[in-house]
């Protein structure tokens, strides 16, 4: 099983439920911080905005794209940073992490950041969705989204949702060029 | 008298330094940048150790001596300063992550695809080789050395070597390997190396030829013998920059690189890494060498340290200010300040640093001509 | 999966946890057990269906309740109207936040000074109730006014009876008061949702002047489920649906109605409108006298009937009634000859329209509003081809012409006759929800009667029946809150002495922000109930800490549907501890209780409810018993099922959309029955009857380089008090948007400080400026309704405080007659 998250462009609103939703229920101990993500100077949560203002604007949502030759794994020396064998996403064992920010550092995308009270490197999914996805079920941003923009599920299964999605529209993956091989499908049309 | 008041001293300095790291610990902060001036104070000691391994392995293993035996006389030094850099990179590395007492892990969940568990390893592996090289000149001195033990001696010098270029190799591994940071993405090997000899010799030069002030012949030689190394290198760290400059303008590294040759950061690169850090201490080492003195050679040293280190805070910060992000056109832009508590960290080291230096010449018998009389290695 | 982090802390011991650490915690362990699982809840952990309260769509939501804690939102799958966007994500944050306002507060500084003392509710509410006597004795109950929003909308006509006033006004004339009034006059239709588009199956829609994500999630995951549906938004900004693959066309502000007389224009001219349609159901084929008004019978028969409009039947060659005309000419133009012998000339309505749309060739359009023809050509062609439907409009409080643009849309809709068609514009069906206060006759006695059965007999309505101020000036208005600020200011058309604020903050909300600085000051009684610091507070003489929609028990109907549903409200949580809130519903009573005790008991009060357990337990229980038994009396519904349903889907549909109904076999509510293209309600009351086109009349036009319109807009974000939550802190854009040229032509980078002068109100305000493509050369855009807050009570470095309230900026004016509001305004920029 290859788990992967689809986000489509053409129609996303920007609502922000996702941001805010992961933000609030994987990390609200620190909801109320002042600067809960100094890092990205961003709110605690495993979804970034990034904006184009310029040409024709456009938006991506950031966040872990669970390559399937992630760099945040390689350089982890304690292998915390793992392909989880179960679900083929990248997930961090906190109890092996020594907090030397290498993966931070090495993931090409920004998806990681520091948690501010344990300074361990954070990522998506966070540790609600950890256990939603466990449970058979999609992750947070993708039950709210309001605009059928999001889905998740098996890339190995033809039949799921995801996979036909995929297997119907015009798709990227973000850096591609890279060859990180991201688990993560941008739909463009 | 004098020998107690300098083990008291440089014990107290050593107090002083861990009780810094350890404030500054507890006061990290986090910053926008995930790698910052600590992890640049660790490259530096860490590749002045191995650069200091690789300057002397050109007595401990290619066998040059010096006309009047100089450089065995100062074999001893020359390793303690590797040690003492190499436990200074450790504590700051310590200090920069956020679980040091796990740092056991590495070890345990070993990772072999990762550079930095390596580097832990290979470090750990360089350190004993270190402490065994230095027992071995200690206990057994090193003029001139029977078969079995000048067979030791080799290959304990080679096992050294070939440790040290491994940890430089990887060392830029660690940064060359990451694809998110284009500056540092390619071969930095050759680059790191220049540097980790210049930063060596640098650092011996200043560490060696003060222990041994007054011996006038001895500095005259270590002059001379510095001052060639630094020459020698300099150019061919121009080289290199060139190098990487001409890479990076046609690769995406050019978006961090530029800010280095031709933006915010320009004045000091040109000034500081080109014109005081390559520059002047050329002409300073090339004439130490012709004529012997120690001043310009200590100066070049000086020089080269602060620079290098200047080199590798813009190498190492600069690169993570500006990424591209995911969409075509638009760059992530990050700023970097260093704290109060970085400060207490690297400055806790740098305390240390020569301290420990100083202490281990009160306890062992490490100047020329000392010999072992207690517990083994003590004097 | 292995042991981390968190399982080491719950293994720690979960009682120890509740106690000792911070209570999120607990929550990260229970909801992951929860999901995990999937099992059945523990009864502290649950998931509770309500509807969202962070702004008016009330969309339907799922919370998680966690231990007495909203700990996460969905929205409700098959909900008519799911949520939810980032306004309810930040409901978490709301509840218990410090911002919070706890206690009832007292003035005791200047008006504006913001210095409050805490008192207890007893005391407030019986120094409020003195006061309201004494302003009644002098100046009559009409004195007294209430200002809301959405939130306690449903309770106000009960509100006006309890203080028998007429003026509860609300926020209509910011919003979408020049809408409403066009969607009655063409339409027959009221408020935004009355009618609207039919999302989930239209081909093409064009939104002018409107975005999707302003509130109602519903309609976002009704578009977005429609994979052939192709978007067109005109807007001077570029609104966040258009980061899809949407076409932006980014016009001049308040010109809007240039640019869709235009497609009018291509669609008649090239014959792509639905002539069947039009002649049918339509009033295009009325005969229109040299005096604009409409022939009718009565003016060619002695004792004709004046409701009988008169067309041309082809078939017959004559002239026929339009109801029993079997092929109305459009094109008709002729003479007439009237009862008296006069002659006349008469045209078509449709003629009209043709002749007003001519002067709006693509070419002239283009001129005006900055849209080339060829795009406005072709946008008409696609329209007309795909058979488009245009929204009906939202937020139509902009430019001061806005009615005329509504019109128009409307009539764009009409002409190739997609109207309550799947995928057209369609008339939603009404969930014929119980008003909460209706007015009876029994035995010739005039009766105000609740829909929990109380009734209050005639002789206590007070002023109830006196002319409201707003409809004194604008006739046609649905409500002007700023003809209460000339009333307290200018006591015309009388005074108005004590001011009621209930969930809105008219500060954020009305034009000209220092006019109603200028009223608050003057009022002899300002009462805010609210649950944050709007800025208003700061003026206020007592603060009443409301209730939070989680803590409440209501049933609704469902707005932004075409089906007709109702829903629920659940108490999900109830206030955090030490916050002594509560519902505004018992703070009015309990006001009334003590100032006028035979209104509130007429209402149906006791002295009891003063007890809020009781209040809560039996008296709202009475009112939602009252309004589950008219609606199922209304919809003859088994009682049992409908509320086991209602409460386990959180909704309950009572009626799915039928298509074909209005105008096909039900008449509209205009004066012909007919969707009026040609507007009579418009003629009658002194309006032209055909949309046009005039250049903005609220606000002096920019003409100088640094000269910018400066309009605003609503997003997903937009919420008075959401805006205020921390999440918003980063995801909340206080920015103004300027185009890259104008940066570049006035030398402004991204992020610069730039200071900005009203050209009519001088106000001056400085604010940080993004450089976008998202806006639209020579326009300034912000958020409304969010930034540049100015409360005291607001800690000094609150995010909160950056960026403008566009109101600083913009007169006061208001649409004649019609009564809508104008946000928009000029300002003159300067660099810092």
Redo the contacts between chains.
């Keep these: 099983m290859r788990l992967a998250y689809l986000w489509d ?9 996702c ?3 992961c ?4 990390y ?2 620190i ?2 911080f002042e600067e809960p993500n ?6 605690g949560g495993n979804i970034r ?12 949502l ?1 966040s872990c ?1 669970h390559c399937d030759k992630p ?1 945040c ?8 940073s793992h392909i989880d064998r179960d679900t083929g996403l990248v997930l961090l ?10 993966c ?7 998806a990681r950041w ?1 948690h ?1 009270t ?3 490197p954070e990522k998506c999914p966070g ?2 969705c950890i ?2 996805i ?4 999609k992750p ?1 941003c993708v ?2 989204c ?4 999001r889905d998740f599920g098996d890339i190995d299964d033809p039949n799921s949702s995801i996979s036909i999605k995929i297997s119907k529209s015009k798709s990227e993956r ?2 591609e060029l ?3 091989e991201p688990k993560y499908f941008i739909v463009k ?1 | 008298m004098k020998r107690l008041t300098l083990e008291i001293l440089s014990i107290l300095a050593i107090i002083i330094g861990l009780i810094l790291i350890g404030i500054g610990f507890t006061r990290k902060a986090i910053h926008e940048v995930s790698w910052g001036s600590l992890v640049v104070g660790y490259a530096i000691f860490a590749i002045m150790a191995l650069g200091s391994s690789i300057v002397n392995s050109i007595y401990a293993l290619f066998g040059y001596r010096g006309p009047k035996m100089e450089l065995v006389n100062i074999a001893k030094l020359g390793v303690l300063f590797s040690i003492a850099t190499l436990i200074s990179a450790f504590l700051i590395k310590f200090a920069g992550v956020s679980r040091p007492l796990d740092f056991w892990k590495i070890y345990v969940y070993f990772n072999p695809d990762s550079r930095i568990a390596w580097m832990t390893l290979l470090y750990t592996i360089l350190l004993i080789f270190l402490i065994v090289k230095l027992v071995f000149f200690i206990r057994v001195g090193s003029i001139e050395l029977v078969r079995p033990l000048k067979w030791i001696k080799l290959v304990i010098a080679a096992l050294v070597l070939i440790t040290t270029i491994l940890a430089i190799s990887n060392l830029a591994q660690i940064y060359g390997s990451i694809i998110a940071i284009p500056g540092w993405y390619g071969l930095l090997a050759p680059y790191f190396i220049a540097i980790a000899i210049l930063l060596g010799a640098s650092g011996q030069a200043l560490f060696i030829m003060l222990a041994l002030r007054g011996k006038t012949e001895l500095i005259q030689f270590l002059s001379r013998y510095y001052g060639f190394i630094l020459a020698l290198m300099l150019p061919i760290l121009a080289f290199f920059l060139l190098w990487n400059i001409v890479t990076a303008r046609y690769s995406t590294a050019w978006l961090t690189y530029s800010e280095i040759v031709t933006g915010v950061y320009s004045l000091g690169f040109w000034v500081v890494v080109v014109v005081l850090g390559i520059i002047a201490p050329f002409i300073l080492a090339l004439y130490s060498f012709t004529t012997g003195k120690y001043l310009p050679v200590i100066l070049a040293s000086i020089l080269v340290l602060i620079t290098s280190s200047y080199n590798m805070y813009l190498q190492i910060i600069v690169h993570q200010l500006k990424a591209l992000e995911p969409l075509a056109g638009v760059i992530r832009e990050a700023s970097y300040t260093i704290t109060g508590s970085e400060i207490l960290i690297i400055l806790g080291s740098i305390i240390i640093w020569p301290a420990l230096y100083v202490l281990a010449i009160q306890l062992l018998p490490l100047m020329p001509g000392e010999k072992p009389s207690r517990l083994y290695i003590f004097k | 999966m292995k042991l981390k982090r968190r399982d080491f802390i719950k293994a720690a011991g979960l009682t120890a946890l509740t106690i000792s650490l911070p209570a999120s915690k607990v929550i990260v362990d229970s909801i992951r057990r929860e999901e995990a699982k999937g099992a059945s809840l523990a009864p502290e952990v649950r998931w509770v269906k309500t509807y969202c309260g962070m702004c008016g769509a009330l969309c339907g939501i799922e919370v998680l309740v966690n231990y007495g804690r909203p700990a996460g939102v969905r929205p409700i799958l098959g909900h008519p109207q799911p949520g939810l966007c980032g306004r309810s994500s930040s409901l978490k944050w709301l509840w218990d936040s410090p911002l919070r306002l706890k206690k009832p507060m007292k003035r005791v500084g200047e008006r504006g000074e913001a210095r409050f003392v805490e008192v207890d509710w007893d005391t407030a509410l019986n120094e409020i109730a003195s006061k309201l006597r004494s302003i009644v004795e002098k100046y009559g109950y009409k004195a007294i006014a209430i200002t809301h929003h959405d939130v306690w909308s449903y309770y106000m006509p009960l509100f006006s009876y309890l203080l028998g006033t007429p003026n509860v006004i609300s926020h209509v004339s910011m919003c979408h008061a020049n809408g409403t009034v066009a969607r009655g006059h063409v339409l027959g239709a009221g408020g935004p949702p009355t009618i609207d588009p039919d999302y989930e199956n239209a081909s093409y829609l064009l939104l002018i002047g409107r975005t999707l994500s302003t509130a109602s999630m519903g309609v976002v995951n009704r578009a977005t489920s429609n994979e052939k549906l192709r978007i067109v938004v005109v807007d001077p900004r570029m609104p966040e649906v258009g980061f899809g693959n949407v076409e932006w066309v980014p016009i001049i502000p308040g010109t809007d109605a240039a640019f869709v007389l235009s497609l009018i224009h291509v669609i008649i001219e090239e014959g792509l409108y639905d002539a069947e349609f039009l002649k049918r159901y339509t009033n295009a084929p009325f005969l229109i006298k040299p005096d604009e008004s409409p022939l009718t019978e009565a003016d060619i028969i002695e004792g004709g009937d004046t409701r009988k409009y008169l067309v041309w039947d082809l078939k017959v060659n004559g002239l026929v009634d339009h109801k029993a005309a079997a092929d109305p000419d459009l094109l008709y133009t002729g003479k007439v000859k009237l009862k008296d012998d006069r002659e006349i000339d008469v045209k078509t309505a449709f003629i009209l329209l043709k002749e007003r749309a001519s002067k709006y060739k693509p070419e002239e359009a283009e001129k005006i509003t900055g849209v080339d023809a060829r795009t406005i050509r072709r946008i008409a062609r696609e329209f007309a081809l795909y058979r488009g439907v245009a929204d009906d409009t939202w937020y139509t409080a902009k430019n001061g012409n806005d009615y005329d643009n509504v019109r128009a849309i409307l009539i764009l809709n009409t002409l190739i006759g997609n109207i309550d068609k799947p995928g057209g514009l369609c008339y939603a069906e009404s969930a014929r929800f119980p008003s909460i206060i209706t007015v009876r006759t029994i035995e010739g006695k005039r009766y105000a009667e609740t829909v929990y059965d109380a009734r209050m007999p005639e002789e206590l309505f007070g002023d109830v029946g006196a002319p409201r101020v707003d409809r004194v000036k604008y006739r046609l208005t649905p409500s002007t809150f700023d003809a209460i600020l000339d009333a307290i200011i200018k006591e015309d058309p009388y005074p108005i002495k004590a001011l009621f604020v209930i969930g809105t903050s008219p500060i954020m909300r009305d034009m000209n922000t220092s006019k109603v600085i200028e009223a608050y000051k003057k009022l002899d009684l300002l009462v805010i109930i609210n649950i944050l610091p709007q800025e208003d507070v700061d003026y206020a003489d007592y603060v009443l800490p409301d209730t939070i929609f989680l803590e409440r028990d209501e049933i609704r109907s469902t707005k932004w549907t075409l089906h007709a549903s109702v829903q629920v409200e659940n108490r999900v949580i109830i206030p955090p501890e030490g916050y002594d809130v509560r519902d505004a519903l018992w703070v009015m009573f309990e006001i009334v209780r003590r100032a006028f005790p035979e209104r509130a008991v007429a209402l149906g009060w006791s002295s009891e409810y003063a007890n809020y357990k009781k209040y809560e337990e039996e008296f709202l229980h009475k009112l939602n018993e009252g309004i589950i038994s008219k609606l199922v009396a209304t919809w003859k519904l088994d009682k049992e099922a409908f509320t086991r349903e209602l409460n386990e889907k959180g909704y309950y549909i009572l009626k799915r959309k039928e298509y074909y109904v209005r105008p096909y076999k039900t008449a509209l509510g205009t004066p012909s029955g007919k969707i009026e293209i040609y507007s009579l309600t418009a003629l009658a009351n002194k309006l032209d009857p055909l949309p046009d086109y005039s250049p903005p009349p609220a606000y002096t036009l920019p003409k100088a380089p640094n000269e910018f319109y400066l309009v605003n807009g609503k997003g997903p974000l937009t919420s008075v008090h959401a805006s205020l939550m921390e999440p918003m802190k980063y995801v909340g854009d206080r920015s103004i948007w300027m185009n890259p040229r104008d940066a570049e032509r006035l030398g402004i980078r991204d992020g610069d400080l730039i200071e900005l002068e009203g050209i009519d109100t001088r106000a001056k305000a400085v604010a940080r400026v993004k450089v976008t493509n998202r806006v639209r050369e020579g326009v300034l855009f912000v958020y409304s309704q969010m930034w540049g807050r100015r409360s005291k009570l607001l800690p000094q470095n609150h995010f909160a405080r950056e960026g403008i309230n566009p109101h600083w900026f913009s007169k006061d004016y208001v649409v004649p007659i019609v009564g809508g509001g104008a946000s928009n305004s000029s300002v003159r920029v300067r660099k810092l």
């Design positions: 462009s053409t129609k996303c609103i920007a609502c922000m439920a941001v805010v939703s933000a609030g229920s994987n609200s101990e909801m109320r100094p890092m990205m100077k961003w709110l905005v990034v904006i184009r203002e310029v040409g024709r604007p456009e938006l991506r950031v794209f760099p794994v390689l350089v982890c020396p304690t292998r915390a064992d906190e109890t092996k992490c020594i907090g030397c920010k290498a931070i550092v090495a993931c090409p995308y920004g520091l501010p344990t300074l361990l540790p609600v256990d939603i466990r449970g058979g079920r947070i039950s709210v309001p605009a059928n923009a973000p850096l890279l060859g990180t049309g």
